[in-house]
Each structure stands twice: as structure tokens, then as C-alpha cells.
């Protein structure tokens, strides 16, 4: 017996989402697709001989086919990638992505959260950086499926997809250290982020097990932002003049320490040696270009829609958190101390 | 008498949005909230003696509190402000934003409208460049109001914030004449969309105006991109040897123009001048700090969403086209030709 033709098969042989073929395919929601589309969909129908079905694919029948991501600050050049590798992997089930911007704020982050389970979607991504477990617990007791990328639950009882810090930190000192450099200072992350602390704490880890002081050497910055990054750096540096090197938490407040050493007239790499974290966009193209620690962020979305996918299907995740490796990018603004 | 207290009232006085508030007085819908925000909303309604009424603010009794945004690249840095800016203008009223991306293709913005109309949103805010004006009449149709943003409809039907881009390219061209340049080419975008083609017509009419050939000194990119834009420059440049300066038709093109002048030995501003277009962020950074036209794309975003807003009270929108002046923003990456 050959297998019925599913609404996948339509969607493919007319070259579009499966979503859209649902729509074009129903009366009542043909109106928001072109009639190109249309004609297009049901010319793909008839030639397949397709006939709705809708536990053909073993789907629940109330399926929106949408999934949604919630992200801390989509004007972090990290989050778009993140944001792209997870929408491509949906596409390519059907699924439509719908991106939700919280700015790191508890109770916008609730709202937005709320939003999105009350539109019913089918799962939901989370990129925000601090949240009470109990909100994850409650989207899961509304039937909705949860994965979490590029942070992770206090009790590991959520899936996720996250770079290991500890190592990319790790590798950042070891650049330096190797280098000849010992007199390393830390631009940290706000605290309250699980990446500002951690990076943080892998920086005292690794300077430790090199034998080198912290001790006055980590400035806090308020947010992981160009300015706050320049006022960290600030402070650090007219505290400690004996620097020759900077640790910054992420690459914008490695940008950020570059326009305020720029502004005191310290050259980077001459005089003090920096490095970023993510390398985010763009980063090879500053003066200099910066040496950082790369993350793959589109794997990282695309690793947690595929995770997500999983769940959905009713599949067993196993393991429940994954950790990406980062990898060092060595480029000019580091070089051995004078 | 006194004014009854509304639910805007109570989500004041608790300090959280007026969705959160909506939502945490509904039992059913109580569980995705935080249960001090709970506790805070519900004393907060107790104090004041409010007690549900849909019709309260004259809103509709089926409002989600939910608009949709449609951008084309979230990659591209001007984007998450110009969403930053509509999110922030929603929020004062009570609306949650979800966004969607959709890669300008055609198809895939069908599909994410289409998703956002499904989940019965309030209201659509447009920036996607290339679409087929049915579809916004479909989406009105539905009873859902929509804006346009970063782009017009053909036919001026749908209201729309847009950048005056032929006041901007002719900001970056007489700089560069008044710096003392007459051989300028032009690294366009792709003329399907309506920034690439009218910043394109724009460069010929200005440099007609100023009496200057224009002839094989235009070269497109497939895409708004760095590498496009580097591919590109390299056949402008190695075609058009006598050139000493660029109008590139965006920061991105720019950036690639950048990269394949010095990996050709070029030096930007001694041997060619170089314009960027919309001030992104981050290109103040690079070496030299890029020359560009800026368009307050944060306050485009909270133009259209106030005009979204506007129109889902019912009001009329008067101008329907507005145009917003952009301002040259001068920095190195120009000077006057050897």
C-alpha cells in the first residue's frame, strides 16, 4: 500500500512551508496568502491526490505549527544568529518561529512569556537570562514544551543547550598567560546573569591555578553593554596601572574597554592587551580586530529547535543539558606585554 | 462621581504591564506568572476597588494586547532598535510585541504574517521590503490594523514611517563633492528592494545634479551584506581604476567595501573615500570610523507603533506617509582626494 501523501509532501512539491499549505489549503485562512500561493498549493493537492488528515503525521490536532523564542536583548549581536539557526531548523518542520524581546526584565519577560502561551504555541524557546524556575514548571503544565539555550535551570530540570564558559574563559587566560602576560585585570558581566557570574568566577578559577592575583583586578559593569563596558574599564585601570592585560566578559564590553583605552591614550595591543567573548559580528572588522572566544550561536539555536522538535514528537531528551565547546580567536588585539 | 479604576490603573499601581496584570487576575491564566507578581497585582487591585470591565477603555472585548512585527533580517544591527523603539511605545499601553523574521522571501513572510494573524494579534507593524500590497488588504480584512515601517506601499494605501533616502544620499554625495571628488561610484543594494533601488536612483540624480558621470561607476550586491558588498567593490573598483570615492548603499555593503579595499591594498580615506548608509551601531568603531547617513531608526519603530496605536483606537492617521529627515554623520573615512 502506498502511504497517503501528507501535508509535507503537498508543501514540498509547491516549495513552501507546510504552514502555508495548511493555510492555502483551508478556506478560511486563505485570505492571508497570495493567490499565487494558493493556486500554486492546490495544484500540489490535486496532483498527489492529497486529502487532509490530520493525525496523518501523528500531530496532536491542535498543533498551531508555532514555536516561540524569547530573548533577553535582541540588541546583542549574538542573539540574531541564535535566533536564525533555530528558525531554520523549525522551517524545515513547518514550524513558524515568533520572537519574543524581554530587555532582561523580570516582569516584561512574564508578559512576553505569557503572550506567547496564550497565543498557543506548540513549544517555547528561552535565551532569557534570569527567571524563576516556577515559570518554566508552568508553561510545561500548560502542555507546552520548553528548551532553554544559552542559559540553563538551577536544578538542571529543564533541557538546555549552553557554551561551557569554564573552558572558554579558560582559554582567553591561557592566550594571555602564554603570552608572558601576568598582571591580567577582568571586566565581569552584571552578576545577576548566569553568563556574568560564571565568566566571572572561571576567570578567578583559572588565574588561580596559575598562581596570578585577582586580588582589585575584576570591575563589575552594570550591563553587558558598549558604555557600561568604557566606565568599567575606567576604574579598573586608573586602580590598577600595572595592567598590561583585560579579560572582558562579553565582546561588547570588550568594545567598550577599547573606545575608553583609546580614550586615555593606551594603546591596544601596545600597551595593554584585551580580549571579547562571543565573537559576535563585526569583531574582526574593529581596529583591532578583536581576539575573542567564538561560540557556535546558530548551532546553538539550531541544537535547541532540533531539541525542541524531540520533545514535541513526545521523544525522550537525553542528555538534558549540552554543553557547545568554544573555540579561540587569536587576531591583533593581543600580543606578548612590553 | 469617580472615575471607575481600570485595569491600566491597577497595573500602575502594581508596577507591572497591563497584560501581566490582565493575566494574573484571570485564574485561568494566573499560572505563568510569578506568584509574587500575582500577590502584588491582586492587592494592588484590592486597594483600589477594581473590578473587571472589558468595555472600560472602549477596547474591543476580543483584544489579545498583542501586535506583531515583521522585519526581513534580523541580522542586519538597524532592525533590533527600530523594534526596540515600537516594543517600548506598545508597552506603555499594555501590548506585548512578537516579532517575526523572514529572510525577505516572499513565501516565508506569508507564513509568518499569516502565523501572527492566526494568533490573532491586535495589530501588524511591516518592515519587510518586498511584499505583494494583497496581502496587507488581506490582513486588513481581517479587522487587524497594520503600519509600514522602513518601507511604503506602492499605491500609499497603508500607512507608513519611512527614511527620506533621497535627501540622505544626498547628504553623503555633496560631502564628498565639497571635499573635492568627481569620480564616485556607487555599491548598490539589490534593486528588488525598495531601499536598494531608490538609493540607487538617488545617487543618479544627485550626481547628474552635480554634473558628474555615473557611467559603469555603479556595481550591485546581490544582498545587504559585508561579503556582497566586498565582491562588489572589488568589480567596481578594479573596473573603474581612476574612482576616489564610494557611496555604498548601507553599513553593511560599506563594511565589505572596507574589507576588500584593504585586503587590496586601498587605503580608506587616503586612496578612497567611503559612505555608509543608516549609522548602525557599531560603526563608529571600525578603522576609520565610517562617514554614514543616520536614520533615527528607534524612533521609527515608536512612530509606527504610535500610529498603530492610533488606528486600533479608531483614529484617523493623518499624514499617511511620513518621512523621516536622516543626518549626515561625519567621521574618517572621508577626506578631500590626493
Redesign the interface.
Known amino acids: 500500500m502506498i502511504a497517503r501523501p501528507t501535508l509535507i509532501d503537498v508543501a514540498k512539491a509547491a ?3 507546510a ?2 499549505a495548511s ?1 492555502a489549503l483551508n478556506p478560511e ?1 486563505r ?5 499565487t ?1 494558493v493556486a500554486r498549493v492546490l495544484a500540489a493537492a490535486k496532483e498527489l491526490g492529497y486529502r487532509p488528515h490530520p493525525l496523518a503525521r501523528g500531530l496532536r490536532t491542535d498543533t ?3 514555536v ?1 523564542i524569547v530573548v533577553p536583548d ?2 546583542n ?1 549574538l542573539f ?2 541564535l ?2 539557526g533555530a ?1 531554520a531548523a523549525l ?1 524545515v518542520e513547518g514550524y ?6 524581554t ?1 532582561n526584565e ?3 519577560t ?11 504555541v506548540d513549544g517555547l524557546i528561552l535565551a532569557t537570562a534570569e527567571l ?1 524556575s ?2 518554566a514548571a ?2 510545561q ?2 502542555g507546552i514544551d520548553v528548551v532553554l539555550v544559552n542559559r540553563e535551570s538551577t536544578d538542571g530540570s529543564v533541557p538546555a543547550i549552553i557554551g561551557d564558559d569554564h573552558i572558554g574563559i579558560g582559554m582567553a587566560v591561557d592566550h594571555l598567560v602564554e603570552l608572558g602576560h601576568s598582571a591580567i585585570g577582568h571586566v565581569a558581566g552584571p552578576p545577576v546573569l548566569s553568563t556574568g557570574l560564571g565568566r566571572c568566577k572561571a576567570f578567578k578559577a583559572h588565574l588561580a591555578r596559575h598562581g596570578l592575583s585577582v586580588d582589585g583586578r575584576i570591575e563589575v559593569a552594570d550591563w553587558f553593554q558598549v558604555a557600561p563596558g568604557a566606565r568599567a574599564t575606567s576604574d579598573l585601570v586608573s586602580r590598577n596601572p600595572e595592567l598590561t592585560a583585560i579579560v572582558a566578559g562579553n565582546d561588547l564590553l570588550a ?1 567598550g574597554a ?2 575608553a583605552l583609546n580614550d586615555a591614550g593606551v594603546s591596544v595591543p601596545g600597551d595593554m592587551s584585551l580580549t571579547g567573548y562571543n565573537d559576535m ?2 569583531v574582526d ?3 583591532p580586530p578583536l581576539t575573542t572566544v567564538g561560540l557556535p550561536y546558530r548551532e546553538m539555536g539550531t541544537m535547541a529547535a532540533q531539541t525542541l522538535l524531540a520533545l514535541m514528537r513526545g521523544e525522550g531528551v537525553e542528555p538534558h543539558v549540552t554543553r557547545l565547546r568554544p573555540a579561540l580567536r587569536v587576531r591583533a588585539s593581543t600580543e606578548s606585554p612590553r
Chains 1, 2 share one sequence.
Open positions: 516549495d513552501v512551508h504552514s502555508t493555510r485562512t485570505g492571508v496568502v497570495s493567490d500561493t498551531t505549527l508555532t516561540g535582541l540588541e549581536p540574531p544568529p535566533v536564525r528558525e522551517g513558524t518561529l515568533l520572537i519574543g524581546n530587555d523580570q516582569e516584561h512574564e508578559a512576553v512569556i505569557s503572550t506567547l502561551v496564550d497565543r498557543r524563576g516556577g515559570v508552568a508553561v503544565s500548560e568594545l577599547l573606545r559580528p563585526f572588522l574593529v581596529q
